[in-house]
């Protein structure tokens, strides 16, 4: 199957909020881009920025990104995005606020993806105009700590070859990956 998703945003370069173990802003950036996909790493704070250019440079495998960019402008970030992940807090204000920001700035089509561990999808996609393209993200490691599964998380009525979409996207990141409806149903 060819991907649809060329574009990856990651807003925040640092940890995310989610379940599961802490993977970064800056993490989840390397791994989209060492895969072949045009990411944008973006956070407000230019010394998060500067920290994670540096992480990533001190990194061998990491040293050649050529795919990869930095901003301080959300805006500037998802302007071209088919999928955006962010790694504000897990907390109900701060993932509504993020959503609805993306939801005024990145094009229609875009997907949203936000790590949590108890916050329902269904709840969270109904702050924007796109419910169906949002979801929910926990990681989870396998042994010694290296992120290895990550579980979707999506509304019912979901369109299967989204879900495939996704599946094959997180995959192509070296990660296993579970699919789930989320229990509760739009508001």
Same mark, same amino acid.
């Given at each position: 199957? #060819?991907?649809?998703?060329?574009?990856?945003? !990651? =807003?925040?370069?640092?940890?995310?909020?989610?379940?599961?173990?802490? !993977?970064?802003?800056?993490?989840?950036?390397?791994?989209?881009? *060492?895969?072949? +996909? &045009?990411?944008?790493?973006?956070?407000?704070?230019?010394?998060?920025?500067?920290?994670?250019?540096?992480?990533? #440079?001190?990194? #061998?495998?990491?040293?050649?990104?050529?795919?990869?960019?930095?901003?301080?402008? !959300?805006?500037?970030?998802?302007?071209?995005?088919?999928?955006?992940?962010?790694?504000?807090?897990?907390?109900?204000?701060?993932?509504? *606020?993020?959503?609805?920001? &993306?939801?005024?700035?990145?094009?229609?089509?875009?997907?949203?993806?936000?790590?949590?561990?108890?916050?329902? =999808?269904?709840?969270?996609?109904?702050?924007?105009?796109?419910?169906?393209?949002?979801?929910? $993200?926990? +990681?989870?490691?396998?042994?010694?700590?290296?992120? #290895? $599964?990550? *579980?979707?998380?999506?509304?019912?009525?979901?369109?299967?070859?989204?879900? *495939?979409?996704?599946?094959?996207?997180?995959?192509?990141?070296?990660?296993?990956?579970?699919?789930?409806?989320?229990?509760?149903?739009?508001?």
């Amino acid at each position: 199957m #060819a991907f649809l998703m060329q574009h990856i945003a !990651i =807003i925040g370069a640092g940890q995310s909020g989610g379940a599961g173990p802490a !993977i970064s802003g800056t993490q989840l950036a390397r791994r989209c881009a *060492e895969a072949g +996909f &045009l990411t944008v790493l973006e956070d407000i704070q230019r010394s998060r920025l500067r920290h994670a250019s540096a992480e990533l #440079a001190a990194s #061998a495998a990491s040293s050649d990104l050529p795919n990869l960019r930095y901003s301080t402008s !959300i805006e500037d970030a998802v302007r071209t995005a088919d999928l955006v992940m962010d790694t504000v807090p897990d907390e109900l204000e701060s993932k509504l *606020e993020i959503l609805s920001l &993306l939801d005024r700035m990145a094009p229609p089509a875009t997907l949203f993806a936000t790590p949590t561990s108890h916050l329902s =999808i269904a709840d969270l996609g109904s702050c924007t105009y796109r419910p169906m393209q949002c979801f929910g $993200l926990r +990681f989870a490691a396998a042994g010694s700590s290296a992120l #290895a $599964l990550v *579980e979707i998380t999506h509304v019912p009525g979901c369109a299967p070859s989204t879900l *495939e979409e996704l599946r094959t996207f997180f995959q192509s990141l070296g990660l296993a990956v579970e699919v789930t409806p989320d229990l509760q149903p739009l508001p």
